[in-house]
């Protein structure tokens, strides 16, 4: 069974850095691992979706690398902004669209 | 473009009550599936369906159900409420058959059972 694990839980920064949002995950026979962002009480956005196949994605000033063989996905942020503060979400997706979740990073960006 | 959209935002059962909640996709996506957010349990699987006709259980089917009559229709049913389903439900679709299978989730449904 795959599981999905997201260090840290919690992040609090202060504007203008850099990070890094870590996504490891047990089982490498993955199709696809997403990236996700969730405002307080709302839904899921879509950030960013790597393919198998592929090593990164790029969108803005987001970054994902995705390494199968280490079970291991990063979400870059350059340039931290206070509307950045979310909670984000990896997911990975092993068979028939069905995702495993992490339990999450919960970033602030301090002004 | 809609996106998902799952009706209603809010609702309050009493233990015992029924309900359905809507989602709906206007993607043409053939895959389509509900998932329940908990604090400390993250995101889990509840039922889902790769196209009309066609459903499966999740990780956490139990006191739920569903049924997929339309592509573009996936209702999840609540039997008879208990507290333990009070919790964030999300619909989302992906696409199966043109390759990208990015999923899309709506804004979800946040049940409280009393």
């Known amino acids: 069974k795959q599981e999905v694990t997201q260090i840290p839980a919690a992040l609090s920064v202060p504007e203008g850095e850099n990070l890094v949002l870590n996504c490891s995950f047990t089982d490498s026979a993955i199709y696809n691992l997403q990236w996700f962002r969730q405002d307080p009480g709302k839904g899921l956005t879509s950030l960013l979706l790597?393919?198998?196949?592929?090593r990164e994605q790029t969108s803005g000033r987001l970054n994902a690398s995705l390494d199968k063989s280490s079970g291991r996905s990063t979400l870059y942020i350059a340039a931290s902004q206070p509307g950045d503060s979310a909670t984000y979400l990896c997911a990975a997706n092993n068979a028939g669209n069905m995702l495993t979740f992490g339990g999450g990073t919960r970033l602030m960006v301090k002004p | 473009n809609a996106g998902v959209t799952q009706t209603p935002k809010f609702q309050v059962l009493k233990t015992g009550q029924s309900m359905t909640l809507q989602c709906a996709q206007d993607?043409?996506?053939?895959?389509m599936s509900w998932y329940r957010q908990d604090p400390g349990m993250g995101l889990r699987l509840i039922h889902y369906?790769?196209?009309?006709?066609?459903?499966d259980q999740g990780e956490v089917p139990n006191g739920y159900n569903v049924s997929r009559s339309t592509t573009e229709d996936f209702p999840l049913r609540l039997l008879s409420a208990a507290p333990s389903q009070t919790s964030v439900y999300f619909c989302?679709?992906?696409?199966?058959?043109?390759?990208?299978?990015?999923?899309?989730f709506g804004q979800g449904t946040r049940l409280t059972v009393v």
């Open positions: 369906s790769v196209g009309a006709g066609i459903t």
């Open positions: 790597i393919q198998s196949s592929q």
């Open positions: 993607m043409n996506h053939e895959y």
């Open positions: 989302a679709s992906s696409a199966v058959s043109s390759g990208n299978t990015e999923a899309f």
